[in-house]
Nanobody
Framework: QVRMVESGGGLVQPGGSLRLSCAAS????????MGWFRQTPGKQRELVAT???????NYADSVKGRFTISRDNAKNMVYLQMNNLKPDDTAVYHC?????????????WGQGTQVTVSS
């Protein structure tokens, strides 16, 4: 079972940048679509960016033009470059397959990485 470990979050001022990394414990070559999700307390988890095994990307309207997703299948890594960050981007960010990997009857989620955008 592949597991994800997210890193790279932190506190940044509005307009700043962060690069998130996701290290998979196994091969992601067979996973067609990988994505970055984010969640804030009391809100539903939001899918913000996806990338296919062929490199096609898609973004939520709220991050389009500011975020860039990439993947390196050889290293089993997925990245999210976030530029021009806004306070509304504050959330815990997770990477996962799309649809999410399953553990029994539930979706698997790693610990995520906290992104806080504040002055």
């Amino acid at each position: 079972q592949v597991r994800m470990v997210e890193s790279g979050g932190g506190l940044v001022q509005p307009g700043g940048s962060l690069r998130l990394s996701c290290a998979a414990s196994g091969s992601i070559r067979s996973i067609n679509v990988m994505g970055w999700f984010r969640q804030t307390p009391g809100k539903q988890r939001e899918l913000v960016a996806t990338i296919t095994s062929g490199g096609s990307t898609n973004y939520a309207d709220s991050v389009k033009g500011r975020f860039t997703i990439s993947r390196d299948n050889a290293k089993n890594m997925v990245y999210l470059q976030m530029n021009n960050l806004k306070p509304d981007d504050t959330a815990v960010y997770h990477c996962n397959a799309v649809p999410p990997l399953r553990v029994g009857e539930a979706n698997y989620w790693g610990q995520g990485t906290q992104v806080t955008v504040s002055s």
